[in-house]
């Protein structure tokens, strides 16, 4: 008797709705913003990575449209084919130069940056030391290499330590990863720490700097500027689509680092280069993050308002330790958190509910950006003050 061999997908949609953690998509209309309009209804916006407010900026979308009029709405081919146009390498000379590299490499997006450069890097004779709480695409890179993974418990130094001491010279290259900013909990990584340790153990240390990019350091270069580790060597990968408002990746490092990649990171060989309009638009970010350090003050002092009201009026809700503009209230179990997210939304605040298995508890995570008013952070506060009263 023949048997449906796709009918094990109902049940396991089955289970995902029992668990409430079954996932739909919310319709966003209109320029991006501190408003937006969700399913018809304008609401505030604090579920954004949009962190200084670029992706709706007029400078952006004009860089854009010129682009697209110069040079047509695709590459059309992998960057080693017919993909490559003088645009890329303005773009990723102005990434070394916000990182202070010796040079860097534009992927088609951040995940793809991450899965290209660990596959690269390291192979089946070799081992990967992860981060707990990294990001899925860090993770995956690692599977995909084919290198012996560990994981560590987040942040855990002395953990980490050990397994070195017990594994190291078990194998050829050695590979730690970490987000810089944990973009789930708004924590930082020990980044000095890490590279200490990556010296003492011969090993190569690759940062995801996705949500640090544009936001941390004096001039928005990300972590490794924030933690005064510009200059040292270690592997800096990030994203063009939350601060800087576009889409793409990038890899920073030196020159050897960033020409190996170009000849071995297959997600960026075989995959078609950035489409003109993404890469301008990045471009055009990058010089506003460099000359307009302002919206970065502004994003700091809204992320000090915002933590001032929580801590003066809902101190029911006990924050996760953060150092970035992502703020994050745990609460019992994946309904509660749709409970809570549905009650913002009736309010008018647009923060969903972040459940397993995207982060080990369920959470309502807010993200501040430097558009935010005044206003508009008490109405949140507000909210959350009726939701624990109600």
Known sequence: MSIDPYAWLEQSLETIHRADWYRSVQTIDGLCGATVLLE??????????DYLGLAGDRRLITAGVAAT??????????????????????????IASLKQTED????????????????????KR??????????????NGAILSGAAILEYPHCDITVLKNQLIEQRE?????????????????????????????????????????????????????CVEHFNCTG??????????KALGSLGGYVAGSATLIDFLRNRAPTWIYTTGLSPADTAAALAAIEIVQQEPQRRSQLWENVAYLKKLMQEQVSELKLLPSESPILC?????????????????DAGIFAPAIRPPTVPT????????????PTQIEKLVDALREFVNY
């Open 104 to 123: 860097a490499l534009v992927f088609s997006s951040g995940y793809l940056a991450n899965l290209g450069a660990i596959a690269a890097l390291v192979g």
């Open 362 to 373: 369920s959470r309502i995570r807010i993200s501040a950006m430097a558009t935010h008013q």
């Open 69 to 94: 009029e110069k040079f047509g709405t695709g590459s059309t081919g992998s960057r080693l084919l017919s993909g490559h146009r003088e645009l890329h390498r303005e773009l990723e000379k102005a």
């Open 232 to 241: 040292k060597q270690l592997i800096q990968i990030g994203t063009l689509s």
């Open 126 to 139: 070799d081992l990967i030391l992860s981060d707990q709480y990294n990001h899925s695409s860090l993770k």
């Open 170 to 222: 078990n194998y050829r290259r050695c590979l730690i990863l970490t987000d810089s900013v944990f973009s789930m909990d708004g924590d930082l990584c020990p980044l000095p720490a890490l590279i200490d340790i990556a010296a003492e153990f011969s090993c190569m240390l690759l940062v995801d700097e996705a949500h640090a990019t544009g936001v941390m350091g004096k001039t928005g270069a990300g």
């Open 329 to 345: 209230f745990q609460l019992p179990t994946a309904a509660d958190a749709l409970k809570a997210g549905k009650y913002l939304k």
């Open 40 to 49: 018809g209804r304008e609401v505030i916006n604090f579920a954004s990575n």
